[in-house]
């Protein structure tokens, strides 16, 4: 599966932002979806994630209760809602996608998202 994240841009503390990731293949419904994101010279971590039918979610304890993964099987798209953005949130975006129990296999391409203070 492809994957196409987009939504990023540059925010003030205390906003909201709605990041969107767009597949094109087959079986979408089937993988399960992922959030990650990057700061420039450290590495990825994990944001959320979210079973291949919507049923369970999965947060990192440093986004709960501010970041929402959610999914539409219908549309093939994901997406991550994030609410009281601080500073500290600025970094590229990803999603990614697997099936089962395996790795992160696909990627999409990033999103920039910048928290001002």
């Known amino acids: 599966v492809q994957l196409q994240a987009s939504g990023g841009g540059l925010v003030q503390a205390g906003d909201s932002l709605r990041l969107s990731c767009a597949a094109i293949?087959?079986?979408?419904?089937?993988?399960?979806m992922g959030w990650f994101r990057q700061v420039p010279g450290k590495e990825r971590e994990f944001l959320a994630s979210?079973?291949?039918?919507?049923?369970?979610?999965y947060y990192a304890d440093f986004v709960k209760g501010r970041f929402t993964i959610s999914r539409d099987n219908a549309e093939n798209l994901v997406y991550l809602q994030m609410n009281s953005l601080e500073p500290e949130d600025t970094a590229v975006y990803y999603c990614?996608?697997?099936?089962?129990?395996?790795?992160?296999?696909?990627w999409g391409q990033g999103t920039l998202v910048t928290v001002s203070s």
């Open positions: 979210i079973v291949s039918h919507g049923g369970s979610t």
């Open positions: 293949g087959r079986d979408f419904s089937t993988y399960v």
């Open positions: 990614a996608a697997r099936r089962g129990s395996s790795g992160w296999g696909s």
